[in-house]
């Protein structure tokens, strides 16, 4: 979890207690079945704990709402919890993690959330954090040396031609509604839909994304690492980030265009001072992100080297980072089956 993710998610949290005891509607959620399981998944849950705290977050607020709404002598719904993510994730490690006094039925989901994972009509609520800002694949123009989007010299979009910035929102508005056509077939009438992920305010310039400037930092350390002669300008060349901020007003007009969900909420919301950010946070949590991708097309001796230098960059550079975050760098979205 990013340093700037976690006071962010702890608002994040409120916001979500208070639309499920306003707006989730139990009763007519199970009405359509016989069954008394409530089913939830967690879309890009990787290998906890966090996304234990996140379902048992919804779990506490669903069973407070019908307690309030029903009365004790009613029968609290069971809960089935599907845990997804790609199919290399360490599932064996997240479920030998899996709280032992958990009060839900515990299942895998493997594959990418950019196609079907459930059945028709069978999940009640879904729940994404920080998991899809993260793009299907790459584009491919990023690549191609006689396109206008040729990213050279970088691995991200953030300080880069509008060409580059063109090509990665194209890529996160084709996944987003691939993502929301799945989720459309799979969730119940009523059921409900939280994602959390970066976010960028609406009209501000994607070299301002607190988010940018930590790649921009890893960039420029690959880039005095190919000054050096210990990776060369190819391999960085051929390297892209793919990872996506967007705006409320992008996702907005996703969503709309989808026309199955309602908006419940949208909001930009605030992240923890920077003030009290450190480098070591930030490389901890860059590297914890990034290590698979980067080991995986750089080679992994190369890992322990570009984190020293990422710190140090980070350490000098922090101070840049705080009047880019005022407007909040965490997207939190409560969309509503109709
Ligand atoms: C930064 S982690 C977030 C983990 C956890 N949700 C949290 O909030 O701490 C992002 C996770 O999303 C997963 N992910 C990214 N793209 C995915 C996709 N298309 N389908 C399924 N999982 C995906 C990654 O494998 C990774 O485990």
Known sequence: MCFLQKAATNNAKTMVDATIAEKFDIKVILSSTSSNTIRIADLGCSV??????????????????????EGPAYRIPEFHVFFNDHVSNDFNVLFTSLPPDRQ?????????????????????????SYAIQWLSKVPEEL???????WNKGRIHYTSAPDEVIEVYAAQFAKDMTT?????????VVGGMMVLIMPGIANGIAHSDDPVGLMFNFLGSSLIDMVKEGLISEDQVDSFNIPV???????ITKLVEKNGCFSIEIIDLTLSRSVASANGQDCTMH??????????????????DEL?????????ELLY???SRTKEGSQLLVILKRK
């Open 307 to 315: 984190f020293d230098r990422f710190h140090k960059k980070t350490e």
């Open 48 to 69: 906890g704990p966090n996304t234990f705290t996140s379902v048992q977050n919804i779990i506490d607020a669903v069973q407070n709402k019908y307690l309030q709404s």
């Open 320 to 322: 840049l980072l705080e």
């Open 104 to 128: 839900y039925f515990a299942a895998g989901v493997p594959g990418s959330f950019y196609s079907r994972l459930f059945p028709e009509s069978s999940l009640h609520f879904v729940h994404s």
């Open 179 to 187: 993502f929301l056509e799945a989720r459309s077939k799979e969730l």
């Open 143 to 149: 690549l191609n040396k006689n396109s206008k989007a």
């Open 286 to 303: 860059m590297r914890a992100g990034m290590e698979g991708i980067i080991s995986k097309h750089f080679g992994s001796e190369i890992i």
């Open 244 to 250: 996506y901020t967007a705006s409320a007003r992008e």
